[in-house]
């Protein structure tokens, strides 16, 4: 079956930096994503990563390790609004044009 | 203005009342999800669309149905709402499969 993890919960303080971590067991593995979500509002796509690497947007950093089948998001420079619940997905072409499955999700609390 | 709209946003409603919660998307996406939000429970894909007239299961399709008549609308139908079916609903579309997804403000359904 298909199942991602992450921590469901990270705190830090404003203009650290705090790395959320993701596995993933997936069968024919497409790229993972990252979301952003603000309590109660909508996901907001924040990276993509096909490719094993590091991927920089800003604060924010995606690494992708497909030999470990694992993720991370680095935000960097933390500020309050970055309060927010942070979802990993991945990709399931088992079926033709793939399921997406989201991680439970990780909260993040930026304290002062 | 790029968006994804829902409607209604609030919805109270009994066991066993047919409802629509409707979907449009003006980006031209060919694909389209809806998704249910619980606490603990993440984002979990209910039914996607690859395109018109093309639709598939995702992880909780049971209880719902789905229509796919025109590109931009993508309705969401609970024939007969159970209880167990109270949640917080978000549809998304995305240009390609492996696209940034663009989530509508949500739907907060509840039946009593």
């Known amino acids: 079956g298909q199942s991602l993890e992450q921590p469901s919960e990270v705190t830090a303080v404003e203009g650290a930096i705090v790395q959320i971590n993701c596995t993933y067991q997936?069968?024919?593995?497409?790229?993972l994503s990252w979301y952003q979500q603000h309590d109660g509002g909508a996901p907001t796509f924040l990276s993509y990563?096909?490719?094993?690497g590091l991927e920089e947007t800003g604060r924010f950093s995606s690494f992708l390790s497909r030999s470990d089948s694992y993720g991370y998001l680095l935000l960097q420079e933390l500020q309050m609004k970055d309060s927010a619940s942070y979802f990993c997905?991945?990709?399931?072409?088992?079926?033709?044009?793939?399921?997406?499955?989201f991680g439970q999700g990780t909260e993040l609390s930026v304290k002062p | 203005e790029a968006q994804v709209t829902q409607n209604p946003r609030y919805l109270i409603t009994v066991t066993g009342k047919k409802l629509t919660v409707t979907c449009s998307q003006n980006m031209n996406h060919e694909y389209m999800s809806w998704y249910r939000q619980d606490p603990g429970l993440g984002l979990r894909q209910i039914y996607y669309?690859?395109?018109?007239?093309?639709?598939d299961k995702g992880d909780v399709p049971e209880g719902y149905k789905v229509s796919r008549k025109e590109k931009r609308n993508f309705p969401l139908i609970l024939e007969s709402p159970s209880p167990n079916q109270t949640s917080l609903y978000f549809c998304a579309s995305s240009l390609r499969e492996t696209g940034e997804q663009y989530f509508g403000p949500g739907t907060r359904l509840t039946v009593t």
């Open positions: 997905a991945v990709r399931d072409y088992i079926h033709q044009g793939g399921k997406l499955i």
């Open positions: 990563n096909a490719l094993d």
């Open positions: 669309s690859m395109n018109v007239e093309v639709t």
């Open positions: 997936t069968s024919g593995f497409y790229g």
